[in-house]
């Protein structure tokens, strides 16, 4: 099982993809995860305050996205550049 962390904001989203089996609590809880869903719209200074340990981590930012795309996205670790 997958343990995500979503930003605080996203608890309705994050109750949503419980359901697809994953494991969600909130960034702040200081619990180690393997990918973090944000809202660009909603935290403008997020990458200034994330910090991990050091392993990579999965951003995924749900802002227009389905619950379904990304219950998707987080399952095969789907991305595309950021440039």
Do not use: C, H, W
């Amino acid at each position: 099982m997958k343990k995500i962390g979503y930003i605080k904001g996203l608890e309705k989203y994050a109750t949503q993809l419980e359901e697809f089996g994953f494991e969600l609590f909130p960034y702040e809880s200081g619990m180690p995860f393997d990918a973090l869903i944000y809202s660009e719209s909603e935290n403008t200074n997020l990458f200034s305050t994330i910090s991990v340990d050091k392993k990579p981590l999965f951003l995924l930012n749900v802002r227009n996205k389905s619950v379904v795309t990304s219950a998707e996205i987080l399952k095969n670790q789907l991305y595309s550049s950021m440039f």
